[in-house]
């Protein structure tokens, strides 16, 4: 008696992990040290073909720019990046708007072209578009920008914000500039 129900209850585990769909029953491997298999520790197994070991992770990051520009002549600079910290945009846009020859992108030993250049700094954006208008005001050159949605608003509330401020001979000095925010993966 005590054999058949033995025999009994094997078989009907059997049938019913038989039963199961391959795809739904994982294996828990992923367990603390000292831990047993199957305890609430346990993370279940990855998916075949799915490597977490290099994956990372991932962060949202800002779309940064900034512009600058040269007081003696006049040119203006737009410095972009990903990351949170808008000073660091500006602080490239001045850097870039003081060293305009120097090689930015590699590892350049040679010195830079104008780095007593007087510059400054006229704005900066996160996640938008932005453009700058230059005009007269008092027989002087002033800068105006401001962010907007898209580049076509920014050209256009660049150029109005110039003319408010009772600019004369508006016109866009840099075209508009756009950032987005964007996912940045970083692995382990």
Avoid at 61 to 73: H, I, K, M, P
Avoid at 103 to 122: F, H, K, L, V, Y
Avoid at 141 to 153: D, E, K
Wanted: glycine share 10%; proline share 5%; charged share 15%.
């Amino acid at each position: 008696m005590k054999t058949a129900y033995f025999i009994g209850a094997i078989t009907a585990g059997f049938l019913l992990i038989t039963s199961l769909p391959v795809s739904k029953t994982s294996a828990q491997t992923q367990c603390p040290v000292g831990t047993v298999a199957g305890s609430a520790t346990c993370a279940p197994d990855s998916p075949q073909g799915v490597d977490n070991s290099t994956r990372g992770y991932s962060e949202r990051v800002e779309g940064l720019g900034a512009f600058a520009f040269n007081t003696d002549t006049g040119e203006v600079y737009a410095y972009v990046l990903q990351g949170r910290d808008i000073d660091a945009a500006s602080f490239n846009a001045m850097r870039k708007c003081e060293q305009p020859d120097h090689e930015w992108g590699g590892m350049s030993m040679r010195a830079p072209t104008g780095p007593d250049a007087n510059c400054a700094p006229i704005t900066a954006w996160r996640n938008a578009c932005s453009a700058v208008a230059s005009g007269q005001v008092g027989g002087a050159t002033r800068y105006f920008s401001t962010p907007a949605r898209n580049a076509r608003t920014a050209r256009a509330n660049a150029v109005s914000q110039c003319q408010a401020n009772g600019g004369t001979d508006c016109s866009i000095a840099h075209d508009a500039v756009c950032t987005a925010r964007s996912t940045r993966w970083n692995r382990y």
